[in-house]
């Protein structure tokens, strides 16, 4: 992409080379650190892109921040809702019931605490295994890159806040069974498109239909056919194309 646009790729609080002294609480708190990049950059009139996580993060900056971004891809990205974790069963099946406190969620035997002692005692085969079955599902790295992509993976300080960030998330107008809707998607008007591999097990493509209903006729769904949670890595070509053909 840097061959075409000017990229700036940004390490989030307590990922990657950034620091973590002041944990986050909110998706509010890391919307205002990408504020502050902007305007120490002086970025203005820019696409934003917002992956997984980060796409919860990109909703909830353009919606506090008027006049920055000028379009925004939601790339196989959380619903405006949050990403809810609902509680569990003695044999490990959903409940109905999402976790109502961070101490609680954060005890999650099942999705969360696995991946959060994983990452705190550096087992690597553990969040491979995760990531093979869960996240690159489609295509895989080479062995190199793979490596480089744990280093990265095992740079991350933020999960317990940000598990919790993300499942408190909701600026839509519905309940999620943690919190009421903000209805702050409404401040959504810029042209947005919601990128959807049709073969992703952490955000299936249903939850981009979603977002699109939510933000408005300033959305649209765009399917990557045979992506999974990581397009870049199923059919880079596509992605590229499909970036291209909404920003010029």
């Not at 990205?77 to 990403?83: E, L």
């Not at 109502?100 to 553990?126: H, Y």
């Not at 981009?208 to 056919?225: C, H, R, S």
Request: aromatic share 12%.
């Amino acid at each position: 992409m840097a061959d075409d646009y000017h990229v700036v790729a940004v390490d989030l609080r307590g990922a990657g080379e950034s620091s973590y002294n002041k944990p986050i609480d909110t998706f509010k708190d890391f919307a205002e650190d990408i504020k502050l990049l902007c305007d120490e950059l002086n970025l203005r009139d820019f696409l934003l892109i917002g992956w997984s996580m980060g796409g919860g993060i990109s909703q909830k900056f353009v919606a506090d921040y008027e006049g920055y971004a000028n379009s925004l891809i939601l790339y196989e990205s959380i619903p405006c809702s949050g990403y809810s974790y609902h509680k569990k069963g003695p044999n490990g099946e959903f409940l109905p019931e999402c976790y109502q406190n961070k101490e609680e969620l954060l005890q999650d035997r099942i999705q969360l605490k696995p991946m959060i002692d994983a990452l705190e005692n550096n087992n690597r085969a553990f969040i491979k295994y995760l990531w093979d079955q869960l996240v690159l599902n489609i295509v895989k790295p080479s062995d190199e890159e793979y490596e480089e992509l744990l280093d990265d993976i095992f740079k991350t300080r933020n999960l317990r806040d940000a598990a919790w960030a993300a499942h408190s998330f909701n600026i839509s107008h519905m309940y999620n069974g943690v919190t009421q809707g903000s209805g702050e998607v409404d401040k959504i008007t810029i042209p947005v498109r919601i990128f959807a591999g049709d073969r992703d097990l952490i955000v299936p493509s249903n939850l981009a239909y979603f977002t699109a209903k939510e933000i408005g006729d300033n959305a649209e769904v765009v399917i990557l056919n045979g992506c999974g949670h990581t397009p870049h890595y199923d059919n880079l070509e596509l992605v590229l194309q499909r970036i291209k053909e909404f920003y010029k």
